[in-house]
């Protein structure tokens, strides 16, 4: 229902921890400046401003779990232009639990992440413990997978309480459908009503709210009606890329960035593929989150131009060139196929390599995406990405190619 955006650097000073923009003082809620917008599709790059320091949109962010993005530091993070990333509360909520990350002087503290922080926790992972929770009105009730201790968050708890913060939402997976859908996105609308209520420092928390709807389009038109008519910074397009078809997904997402408001950002949850990502900026989205590239970059899978380098394949035991050639990240400059190949073996090093320039693929994929919109080649980037993805026309995905049709971007053959 409400992500809440800690963009704060000096929150480490501040008792209060976590992703509580409550705790600080003289800061602004995030503001958006418009700088391009593609004369062609929906595509536009903005300027997020949050209370110490600029996001550029689009943007992918990174998603730490307990604290840490498994295989990277804070500093590598920085290092690769990384502005903003996830930190996922819930898990932090209850390990290495609060009291812990109060010590620490807060998530940014623990982390020692001086840049944007968006808490994201609720959602995603109750869908896959939704058999250990109750939903009622009052919150979701789940038993702690770590201690089996019930717990009970409300959405007052899950903005009181930064601490062990859980922005709270009622989600079903996107392949449910029937009344469990409807009554959870007329849920998410009341708790988010109950968020706003509990947000004491409306000035100093950005709180985005989630459009819900599943893959219904009446239900996600009576969601974005209801939230849009309340004024929180930002809205998250929710409840997908939880295993619909993509055909369904594209639908949907393009029906929320039709009628979410222009000068506000919109944040599409769990989306990270490549493909999906330079799809969705076409569809109007600004803001990203996956663990995607970090997790297949642990299975020995390195994303480049044309889809994945699996680092563990012999045929890359005496190949000395870099992952991608063209990529300028810390790892390509220094290592080569040949050695990750080697490092895999008997070494979690190459895991980090190999997450460094997954993560800096997806930054510079956001960047160069970016830069189009801005120099008003928008279209003809699409056109070059997906040439370079697929080695043929028939292999373009047939939802990638109506939705970017759907915005006037007709794919060319080859
Ligand atoms: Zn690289």
Known sequence: MAAPIDSAS????????????????AVSPLTLRIIAECPVTKARACDLKL????VNTPVFMPVGTQGTLKGITSDQLEDLGCKICLGNTYHLGMRPGPALIEKANGLHGFMNWKRNLLTDSGGFQMVSLVELSEVTEEGVKFKSPYDGNEI????????????????????????????????????????LDRCIGANQNPEKQNLFAIIQGGLSADLRKTCLDEMTKRDVPGFAIGGLSGGEEKDDFWRMVTLSTEHLPRHKPRYLMGVGYAVDLVVC????????????PTRTARFGSALVPWGSLQVKQKQYAKDFQPIDPDCKC??????????????????????????????SYQLTL????????IDGRFPDFVKNFMRKMFPSSDQYPSWAVDALASVNITLDQH
């Not at 209370?51 to 600029?54: A, T, V």
């Not at 490092?343 to 997450?355: P, S, Y």
């Not at 956001?366 to 919109?373: F, P």
């Open 10 to 25: 000096d929150v480490v000073a501040s008792k209060t921890s976590m992703p509580s923009l409550k705790s600080l003082s």
């Open 366 to 373: 956001m960047l160069s995406a970016r830069q189009s919109i």
């Open 152 to 191: 009970l968050l409300t959405p007052e708890k899950s903005i009181e309480i930064q601490t062990a913060s859980v922005r709270l939402d009622d989600v079903v997976s996107s392949t449910v459908t029937g009344p469990r859908v409807e009554e959870a996105m007329h849920r998410s609308i009341r708790w």
């Open 51 to 54: 209370p110490h320091s600029l």
């Open 281 to 292: 900026v076409a569809l109007g989205c600004d803001m990203f989150d996956c663990v995607f």
């Open 330 to 359: 810390p790892t390509c400059k220094r290592h080569s196929r040949a050695y990750l190949h080697a490092l895999f073996k008997n070494d979690t090093a190459a895991m980090h390599h190999i997450t460094i320039h997954n993560i």
